[in-house]
């Protein structure tokens, strides 16, 4: 079965700082990826997803992630970070051409933004 | 091209009722995927549903079903509510089946009192 972690339950960076948010999978093949963000009481909104090709992907907002295979990682990236990004990121993982299990989240990490 | 969107919003029920909840998927979007998402949980999925047919399920008990209609609106339905139902559910829209970008919809909170 496929999963994901999130090993940091909570981050807190200064703005105008870089940020990383770690995610490793596990899954038996290449996955497809995904990072998504939630503000609070809000849904989903997708930042940015890897399906194949180009391991480097940008994504919304002035995001970024590198799909490292032989790590099981797709570590969420930004250069440098603004107050309106504080919220809660989640990871996820999906079968390729569809699964049962639907996507598989990360528990999720919250982003604190220190002025 | 409008979002999905999902009704209502909140939502308080008591032990032992039963509730529904609507999801409008984006216009041209024939999957419909539904995920409940709590503190201790986190996001885990229920099902999905293609074609007014349920296609795949989550390790949810039967008191947890669906169904979607022609238009590819969808709705779940939890009966016999617990504590533990109270949640945040989101409803996800997708082209087709199995397809994996998925789009969210902000979700209704249901409160089990």
């Known amino acids: 079965a496929q999963s994901v972690t999130q090993p940091d339950i909570h981050i807190t960076v200064s703005e105008g700082a870089s940020l990383e948010l770690r995610c490793n999978y596990s899954y038996g093949a290449t996955p497809y990826l995904f990072w998504y963000v939630q503000s609070p009481g809000q849904g989903l909104q997708l930042l940015l997803k890897?399906?194949?090709?180009?391991?480097l992907v940008q994504g919304i907002k002035g995001f970024e992630a590198e799909f490292k295979r032989s790590q099981s990682s797709f570590n969420l990236r930004k250069p440098s970070v603004h107050w309106s990004d504080a919220a809660e990121y989640f990871c996820?993982?999906?079968?390729?051409?569809?699964?049962?299990?639907?996507?598989?989240f990360g528990k999720g990490t919250h982003l604190i933004i220190q002025p | 091209k409008a979002g999905v969107t999902q009704t209502p919003r909140y939502l308080i029920k008591t032990r032992g009722q039963q509730v529904t909840l609507s999801c409008s998927p984006i216009?041209?979007?024939?999957?419909v995927s539904w995920y409940q998402q709590t503190p201790g949980q986190g996001l885990q999925f229920l099902f999905e549903?293609?074609?007014?047919?349920?296609?795949n399920k989550g390790n949810f008990p039967g008191r947890f079903s669906g169904r979607q209609f022609s238009n590819s609106r969808s709705e779940m339905n939890v009966s016999t509510l617990e504590l533990g139902d109270s949640a945040l559910y989101l409803c996800a829209s997708s082209l087709a089946q199995g397809d994996n970008e998925q789009f969210f919809g902000p979700g209704t909170r249901l409160t089990v009192l």
């Open positions: 216009s041209g979007h024939r999957s």
């Open positions: 890897y399906f194949s090709g180009d391991t």
């Open positions: 996820a993982v999906g079968a390729r051409g569809g699964g049962a299990d639907g996507l598989t």
């Open positions: 549903y293609f074609s007014e047919t349920q296609r």
